[in-house]
């Protein structure tokens, strides 16, 4: 027995005053979409296809799931008429199509695997997964007779103040035999939206006597449909709520649930300890035994076990290795990558640098474009001068070298190994392994220059009083 899904994406989502497809608008990091395509991996379909409209391309780009088939509705003419323009592209088999609205984020695998079985169990040509809605109103109501069989479903719009009472109503996700799929062609354009509603089926299929059932199965939070910016914000905190309290159960600690961001594709490593107000996006991982402190926000970043990430830090596109500190106040920038042990301390930026293992840059440093070895100590306030105004050039530090403060390293440059340089130079030149290098100019003392500096200082300041 085959399975297909189909995806319908191609509305116009007019409520959420955007430009962009309301389907691509995010939860937790991911698209609307991709939440739905990702739900419907563990019937393991045969095949998926994808309606979308206008936004076609801007969907194709914005989605991950390799495999996935394309149909396109020309105009919103309804979630009917999306269906049927998906027909070719679902092709024909012996097996069951499975339905489901792109902006029904937060539908559990689980829900859906056991409403397939449902279906298959009892036969049927056509199910509707129902659910029991606190506030109905938007949704499409389940009608059913004196027998408790479904009837019809009757849209929000056009339901009379009786109806407008049920309680039961249409999630949106349908699952349908292919061949009673075909009904699709004979729903009538809904006169008062001048859509062709797929919620029709229910009655196309009973008039031709076809087995159709509601399961009222899952909970109601599963079935939210986003149409709104507010319902977009309500549906983001059901799924961020549930994804932390994914990764407590997987032993990371919490010191504020509430006050924690962790997006869709990120993994936490047990034992690891996130304070107050982080941020941990894209497809981050953080390895085990980590502490991240407040105000931090990691970015499609790989971080390793044991790593102390210290209060209000930026790092995106980063990789931390074990056992290392950042921050307080680093900025990681894209392509660093700071070795084992290592230790990036307060005010410190880092662009496109590989720091070796155990190296310390601890106060107040950019380092740019740069190649630091193992066991290096970066001084504080040292700066990789790596832009001419025109062209970005590369510093290279060996193992063991030792930089001294308020040093400034004019790139390209290369410093070798267990070389140092001395506080405040400025090194324009390659310094050899095992070398010195001292660019200020030497002091020069003056004596008794204060003394005499406050006498004529006096006579300056009198003079300046009788003008
Ligand atoms: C729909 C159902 C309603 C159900 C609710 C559940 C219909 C007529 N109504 O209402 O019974 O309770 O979902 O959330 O089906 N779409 C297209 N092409 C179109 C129109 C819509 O692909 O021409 C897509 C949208 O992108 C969206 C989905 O279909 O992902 C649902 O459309 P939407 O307009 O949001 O339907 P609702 O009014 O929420
Ligand atoms: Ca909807």
Redesign the pocket.
């Known amino acids: 027995m085959k399975t297909a899904c189909v995806v319908?994406?191609?509305?116009?989502?007019k409520r959420m005053n955007s430009d962009l497809p309301?389907?691509l608008h995010r939860i937790c990091g991911i698209p609307l979409l991709q939440s739905v395509l990702n739900s419907v991996d563990g019937v393991k379909p045969d095949r998926i296809v994808v309606?979308a409209?206008d936004h076609i391309g801007k969907i194709k780009e914005n989605i991950d799931s390799p495999g996935v088939l394309f149909a396109v509705?020309p105009g919103?003419?309804?979630?009917?008429?999306?269906v049927r323009c998906a027909l070719p592209v679902i092709g024909d088999f012996r097996g069951d199509v499975l339905i489901l609205?792109?902006?029904?984020p937060l539908v559990r695998p689980e829900t859906i695997k056991k409403f397939l079985r449902r279906h298959r169990k009892d036969g049927n040509e056509l199910s509707v997964l129902s659910f029991k809605a606190a506030d109905p109103s938007?949704?499409?109501r389940i009608v059913r007779d004196a027998s408790g069989e479904i009837e019809a479903?009757v849209?929000d719009r056009d339901a009379d103040p009786v109806r407008k009472r049920i309680s039961e109503?249409?999630?949106?996700l349908y699952a349908v035999r292919r061949d009673a799929l075909a009904l699709v062609g004979e729903i009538k354009l809904n006169r008062s939206k001048g859509?062709y509603?797929?919620?029709d089926l229910v009655s196309q299929a009973l008039l031709k006597k076809m087995k159709t059932s509601a399961y009222p199965v899952g909970a109601e939070e599963e079935?939210m449909?986003v149409?709104t910016r507010e319902e977009l914000r309500r549906a983001s905190d059901i799924l961020r709520r549930r994804i932390i309290a994914g990764w407590t159960k997987k032993g990371v600690d919490f010191m504020d649930a509430g006050s924690v961001f962790i997006h869709y594709n990120v993994s936490l490593g047990r034992d690891t300890v996130i304070y107050p107000n982080v941020y941990i996006e894209g497809r981050t991982r953080l390895g085990r035994n980590s502490t991240v402190y407040p105000n931090v926000r990691i970015l499609d970043s790989n971080i390793g076990r044991e790593v102390v990430i210290k209060d209000s830090t930026l790092i995106e596109n980063a990789t931390v290795g074990d056992r290392a500190s950042v921050g307080p106040f680093a900025h990681i920038r894209p392509g660093s990558q700071i070795g084992r042990e290592a230790k990036v301390g307060n005010f410190v930026e880092l662009k496109k640098t590989v720091l070796g293992a155990k190296s310390k840059a601890s106060h107040l440093s950019y380092l740019g474009d740069a190649e630091i070895g193992n066991g290096v100590n970066i001084g504080a306030g040292t700066i990789t001068c790596n832009y001419d105004g025109k062209e970005k050039h590369v510093t290279r530090i060996g193992d063991g070298v030792f930089v001294g403060s308020d040093s400034q390293l004019v790139a390209p440059v290369r410093v070798g190994k267990g070389a140092y340089v001395g506080a405040g130079s400025t090194i324009t030149q390659d310094v050899p392994a095992g070398a010195l290098a001292i660019s200020r100019s030497r002091q020069k003392n003056i004596w008794g220059w204060v003394r005499k500096r406050s006498k004529t200082g006096t006579k300056n300041t009198k003079k300046k009083g009788k003008e």
């Open positions: 319908l994406a191609a509305g116009l989502g309301k389907v309606v409209g509705q919103a003419k309804g979630t009917g008429d999306a609205n792109g902006d029904t938007g949704y499409g479903i849209e109503v249409n999630s949106g859509e509603y797929l919620t079935f449909g149409n």
